[in-house]
């Protein structure tokens, strides 16, 4: 887990860096602190992938975008990691909900300086944060883990309904029970990825979720998912799905 401590006055990152450092040792955590703490050099840290990761924010930094706007940012790509405001503003809390930033826990600013009474704050933060940690170790689900320009896309397996070649592009359109993504990869390549049992990759231009298919003609075709959506298919090449289910009763 990597460690990011994001507050633009210095001596205050430093206490900070000394004090969270102390009690992730004292909890034996697996971490490295990263020393990025510019707005861009966390987000270019975080685009190389890996997490969950922690992230000390200031809210209000005086750079280019503060700690919400950040921790925002940062959710694109590590949705799983432990954000912790660290402010004197504690007006701002509201906006940190509003910005669905699913913030880990706040600590004030006001006993900066004085270990007494700030220790114990971040030590709070920490046992919730390494008992999440475990529940998410416990519970991890497949992911298909793709990287297309600068986005970094994870996605839970149970999730994508199918993937669909783009006719003509080099792109696939994963379609989700939330959303839909166009990325700039090869099906091909995908599929690689979609080695679960519910996945049917005999298809050329198609990867199919087998658990969000609601129903199969097989007559005219067209295959139904759960999303509403009708593919529809030459009889030759649905006879593959009817092969499939033949060997699978």
């Known amino acids: 887990m990597k460690v990011f401590i994001s507050d633009d006055q210095e001596q205050q990152r430093l206490w900070l860096n000394d004090i969270i450092t102390a009690q992730l040792e004292a909890l034996h955590f697996n971490y490295e602190l990263v020393s990025a703490w510019q707005p861009t050099d966390v987000l ?3 685009k190389k992938g890996g997490g969950p990761n ?27 990691g432990f954000v912790v405001y660290v402010t004197v503003r504690d007006d701002m809390m509201p906006d940190t909900l509003n910005a669905m930033t699913t ?27 390494k008992k999440r940690l475990v529940t998410l170790q416990q519970s991890v689900e497949p992911t298909l883990t793709l990287r297309s320009g600068a ?5 839970k397996l149970k999730d994508i309904i199918y993937c669909e070649k783009e006719h003509g592009l080099r792109t696939t359109r994963i379609v989700t029970t939330t959303q839909s993504y166009v990325v700039h990869k090869n099906l091909n390549t995908i599929k690689e990825q979609l080695t679960a049992m519910q996945f049917f990759n005999e298809f050329q231009s198609y990867a199919l979720n087998l658990d969000h298919v609601i ?5 005219k075709g067209i295959i139904s998912m759960d999303n509403r959506d009708h593919l529809t298919f030459s009889r030759g090449t649905i006879k593959k799905l009817r092969a499939y289910y033949q060997i699978q009763e």
């Open 151 to 155: 986005l970094l896309l994870t996605l």
């Open 215 to 219: 129903t199969v003609d097989f007559n």
């Open 103 to 129: 913030p880990t826990g706040f600590i004030s600013k006001t006993n900066m300086f004085n270990k007494e009474k700030f220790v114990p704050q971040v030590q709070q933060i920490l046992q919730v944060v």
């Open 54 to 80: 922690l992230y000390f924010l200031d809210i209000v930094l005086q750079r280019e975008i503060n700690g919400i706007q950040l921790a925002s940012k940062i959710r694109d790509y590590d949705p799983d």
């Open 44 to 46: 270019a840290a975080v």
